[in-house]
C-alpha cells in the first residue's frame, strides 16, 4: 500500500481498513491479514501505557514504536501520529518533527489532529513532501478544551468546515472521529480524499478502531460505536489461570515438555 493507491481506493470504491498497532508483534499479525494501513496512534499512551489521556506522549515515544511497527510490516501503509505539542507550535516546528518521524521510522505517512485551524501546517506538510493524514470531530488532544473524549461533535458547518480546510491544505485522508453519520456521509461526499470513520457510521470510505478495542484486550470500554470481533481477554485470562494451576500442581512441565 502506498499514498497515492490509499488514495485511489475512494474512486475505486474499496472500503480501507485500518487499525491501530504499537509493538512489531501485533503489527506484524494485522500486516498478515492483510490491513490497508497500520495507525501507531497516540492512543498508546493510554492503552500501552496506562495514562489518562494522550497528551503525555512524547515524539520520541512515537518512534520508538512506530520503527517496531514498521519493521514488521510487508505490504500495509503505516501511519504514525505526531504527538501532542510537537506540531501545535508552528508549521516550522511540525515539519522539522515530522521529519524525524519519517527519517527514524521509515513510516508512510504522520497523522495530525485539527482541520482549519491546522491548514497552514499541514500545507507545510504537504510542501514538504511528508504525506499528512488528518483528524477531526472529536479530537482526544484538544480534551482540555473539549471536556470529555465520549462527546459526540455535531457542529455540522465547523466539521465541513474543517474537512474542506484540510483537504484543500494537502491532507491524503481524513480521520472523522464521533460524528453523527448523517455529517460523516457529507463530509465523505464532498471530498475526493477518503475518509475513515471511527464512530462515524457505515458510510465513511473506511473504517480505523484501536486494534485493543477490536480484539476484546481491553476492559471497561464500550462506546456505542465499538465492536469487539473477539474476546482476547478472556482467553488470555483463562490461559494464564491455568498456566498457573499446572505450575503449582505440578503438571507443567510434563515428560512431553522435558528433555531427556
Ligand atoms: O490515536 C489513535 O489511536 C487515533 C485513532 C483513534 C484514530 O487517533
Not at 117 to 132: E, M
Request: one cysteine or more; proline letters at 4%.
Amino acid at each position: 500500500m502506498t499514498v497515492p493507491r490509499f488514495m485511489a481506493a475512494k474512486s475505486k470504491g474499496k472500503r480501507l481498513s485500518v487499525l491501530t498497532a504499537y509493538d512489531h508483534l501485533w503489527a506484524g499479525l494485522f500486516d498478515e491479514a492483510g490491513v490497508d494501513a497500520i495507525l501507531v496512534g497516540d492512543s498508546l499512551g493510554m492503552v500501552v501505557q496506562g495514562k489518562s489521556t494522550t497528551l503525555p506522549v512524547t515524539l520520541d515515544e512515537m518512534i520508538y514504536h512506530g520503527e517496531m511497527v514498521v519493521r514488521a510490516v510487508k505490504q500495509a501503509l503505516v501511519i504514525v501520529d505526531l504527538p501532542f505539542m510537537s506540531y501545535q507550535v508552528s508549521p516550522a516546528q511540525a515539519v522539522e518533527n515530522a521529519g524525524r518521524v519519517f527519517k527514524e521510522t521509515g513510516c508512510a505517512a504522520v497523522k495530525l489532529e485539527g482541520g482549519v485551524h491546522q491548514a497552514a501546517t499541514i500545507r507545510a506538510l504537504a510542501q514538504a513532501d511528508l504525506p499528512v493524514m488528518a483528524h477531526v470531530g472529536m479530537r482526544p488532544q484538544s480534551i482540555r478544551r473539549l471536556g470529555a473524549m465520549s462527546k459526540v461533535q455535531r457542529d455540522e458547518v465547523e466539521l465541513l468546515a474543517d474537512a474542506r480546510a484540510a483537504e484543500e491544505a494537502g491532507a491524503f485522508g481524513i480521520v472523522l472521529e464521533l460524528i453523527p453519520r448523517g455529517i460523516a456521509a457529507k463530509i465523505t461526499k464532498a471530498l475526493s480524499i477518503p475518509t475513515i470513520g471511527i464512530g462515524a457510521g457505515p458510510d465513511c470510505d473506511g473504517q480505523v478502531l484501536v486494534s485493543c478495542d477490536m480484539l476484546g484486550l481491553t476492559d471497561g470500554f464500550q462506546p456505542k460505536f465499538l465492536k469487539r470481533f473477539a474476546n482476547l481477554r478472556e482467553t488470555a485470562l483463562n490461559a494464564t489461570r491455568q498456566y498457573i494451576t499446572e505450575v503449582a500442581q505440578g503438571e507443567f512441565p510434563d515428560a512431553a515438555h522435558s528433555h531427556e
